[in-house]
C-alpha cells in the first residue's frame, strides 16, 4: 500500500499520484465562504422584510382600534404603545380615559379589538391588546422602559 503524502505550502497542493481539476481545495473553501455570505445576507434580509411587514401590520390594526373607538364609539382612547417582542409578536398597550374605561360603550371597543385579533393572528404574526385606564399615577417612563418603543395618538396629560 502506498502512502499519499500532501506537500506543504501556503496553498493545498495536490498529492502526489494525483492531478489537479479545474477546482483547488482553495476554490472550493472561497466558493463555499461566498455562498454562506450569500445565505446569511439573504436571511437578513428575508428578517427585515418579514419584521418591517409584521410591524407595519400591527400598527395599522392598532390605529383601526383606536379610531374607531374614538370616531365610532367616543371612547376617549388617549395613547396606544406598540411593543415588538419579536419579529412574530407585538403587543399594544392602549390608555383609555378612565371614565371610559369603566363605560359600557367600553365593552364594545374590547370585544372588537379580540375580534381583530382573532381574525389576524397566525403562525407568523401575533398580537394582543391591553387597555388600561389613564391616571395621575401612570408612570410613561416605565412603559417605554418595558419595551414599548412607539406610540401613536395625541398628547396625555
Not at 381574525?119 to 385606564?133: G, L, Y
Request: charged share 30%; aromatic share 16%.
Amino acid at each position: 500500500m502506498t502512502a499519499i503524502t500532501l506537500k506543504t505550502s501556503p496553498q493545498i497542493a495536490t498529492p502526489e499520484k494525483w492531478e489537479k481539476n479545474t477546482f483547488s481545495s482553495d476554490d472550493m473553501w472561497s466558493a463555499f465562504q461566498r455562498g454562506e455570505k450569500h445565505q446569511q445576507k439573504k436571511q437578513e434580509q428575508e428578517f427585515t422584510d418579514k419584521f418591517k411587514k409584521n410591524l407595519n401590520k400591527a400598527a395599522v390594526l392598532s390605529e383601526a382600534i383606536f379610531n374607531t373607538a374614538i370616531n365610532d364609539y367616543s371612547v376617549d382612547i388617549q395613547k396606544a404603545f406598540l411593543r415588538p417582542d419579536n419579529f412574530e409578536n407585538y403587543e399594544v398597550l392602549f390608555i383609555v380615559s378612565s371614565n371610559d374605561y369603566i363605560s359600557p360603550k367600553f365593552s364594545d371597543i374590547f370585544i372588537k379589538s379580540h375580534l381583530i385579533k382573532s381574525e389576524f393572528n397566525d403562525k407568523e404574526f401575533h398580537i394582543s391588546f391591553r387597555f388600561m385606564p389613564n391616571s395621575k399615577s401612570v408612570n410613561f417612563e416605565c412603559i417605554y422602559s418595558d419595551g414599548y418603543m412607539f406610540e401613536y395618538g395625541k398628547k396625555v396629560d
